[in-house]
């Protein structure tokens, strides 16, 4: 983290010809369990970890940015009366678009925003199921909101961030990611009720857990992606339920619980069916998992993450064969408690819970494995839950 702010600094002052005064940082995230309930207003439990986005800046006259990626050494600039409500356009989401989508959030709670000199970079692996975006928006949010006195705290920054990627750069997600980057503790995992948009820390066991994720090397476009259907499968769900006069006043699939299954198998077609078991089990896994750490009985808390990822690949489908690969793999080293895929799926990452003295060991044979397999090196890290996003005045 120090060594990518030193790099920064240096890459800003050639680039700008100044010096930046003022910074931010915001971590990626792994979702330890409850994925795909966000948006269904129901329970997830991140941590956010040790990769982080940094983001350096200098303000400027006017209401001109000017916007660099040290990652991808390119270059961009808007000016803050474009955004003025004014949603992007057609096609992919571009790193630029993050940074706009904030501004435009903040434009719409009409806080007044300056211009800067703004230059970016991570150690997290682009569109990796890591959060990526959400850190470069946090990190920005915080900045700003750090630089301006806007007076948002980190919750604020994190609704901000929620915003600007709803409403500006056009993907239907829930707040978990954006939360988990601005709110995370250092060893801790955080229950977030995304309905009360309620937080609670959950102490890792210390010392009895390392946190491995190996990255398939699959990497998604979240926003053209299946995502979209699978947040349109639940509407259409909790819809047909509603209109059976099952739960009558369900608003999301939050307010179902498994002793409804039986009767939503009556009336909803079997792909609706699975796709709101699996959202309405998950919730039911969250609380199991919270538990399970709780009482550090990590065979229980890896048992749940097992049931999950049967869960989304089976009645969710959104785990692909090099995400599954792992998970079976890691199975049968010794040491492993559990894992499953994280984030939306379609691509990025595996988590797994194993013993500390284990790790080295597991990351090594599930690497071989992997590589007989596809051909390809995976990347494997231990990561550790960190906290969340702050503001430094250089
Ligand atoms: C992505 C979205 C989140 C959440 C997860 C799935 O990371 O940004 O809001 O829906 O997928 O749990």
Redesign the pocket.
């Known amino acids: 983290m120090e060594a990518i702010h030193g790099e920064l600094l240096g890459g800003f002052r050639e680039r700008f010809g100044r010096a930046p005064v003022v910074g931010a940082r915001a971590p990626g995230r792994v979702?330890w369990i409850?994925?795909?309930?966000?948006?269904q207003e129901g329970l997830?439990l991140p941590s956010a970890i040790d990769r982080d986005t940094w983001v350096l800046a200098t303000p400027r006259p006017g209401r001109h940015f000017r916007v660099w990626t040290r990652d991808l050494d390119e270059a961009g600039a808007f000016d803050v009366a474009d955004l003025e409500g004014e949603r992007r356009g057609e096609g992919p989401a571009g790193w630029l678009d993050y940074v706009k989508g904030v501004v435009f959030a903040l434009r719409e709670r009409e806080l007044d925003v300056a211009g800067f000199d703004l230059a970016i970079a991570s150690s997290l692996p682009l569109g990796s199921?890591l959060?990526s975006s959400?850190a470069l928006e946090v990190a920005v949010a915080t900045l700003l909101d750090g630089a301006l006195g806007l007076g948002l705290g980190p919750e604020g920054c994190a609704r901000v961030a929620h915003r600007g990627e709803q409403r500006y750069v056009g993907?239907a997600?829930?707040?978990?990611?954006p939360f988990a980057c601005a709110l995370g503790r250092a060893d801790h995992a955080l229950r977030i009720d995304c309905r009360s948009q309620e937080v609670r820390p959950i102490a890792v066991p210390p010392g009895r857990v390392a946190l491995l994720i190996a990255h398939s090397g699959v990497t998604r476009e979240?926003a053209a992606s299946a995502?979209g259907d699978r947040v349109a499968e639940c509407r259409a769900a909790v819809l047909a339920a509603r209109q059976a006069g099952l739960v009558p006043g369900a608003g999301a699939l939050r307010d179902l619980s498994p002793d409804d299954l039986p009767a939503l198998a009556g009336v909803l077609e079997p792909t609706l069916l699975r796709r709101a078991r699996h959202v309405i089990t998950e919730n039911a896994r969250v609380d199991a998992f919270c538990a399970a750490l709780g009482r550090a009985d990590l065979e229980a808390a890896g048992a749940l993450l097992v049931e999950g990822q049967r869960s989304l690949a089976e009645d969710y489908e959104v785990s692909i064969p090099e995400i599954d690969a792992l998970c079976a793999d890691a199975a049968e080293l010794p040491g492993v408690y559990g894992s499953r895929l994280t984030?939306?799926g379609f691509g990025g990452c595996t988590l797994h819970l194993v013993a500390p003295e284990a790790a080295a060991e597991v990351s090594s044979a599930l690497a071989a494995r992997f590589e007989r397999r596809f051909g390809r090196t995976p990347s494997i890290l231990e990561a550790r839950p960190s906290d969340g996003a702050s503001f430094v005045s250089l």
């Open positions: 979702n409850g994925e795909h309930t966000d948006y997830v199921g959060s959400a993907v997600c829930g707040i978990l990611d979240l995502y984030g939306a």
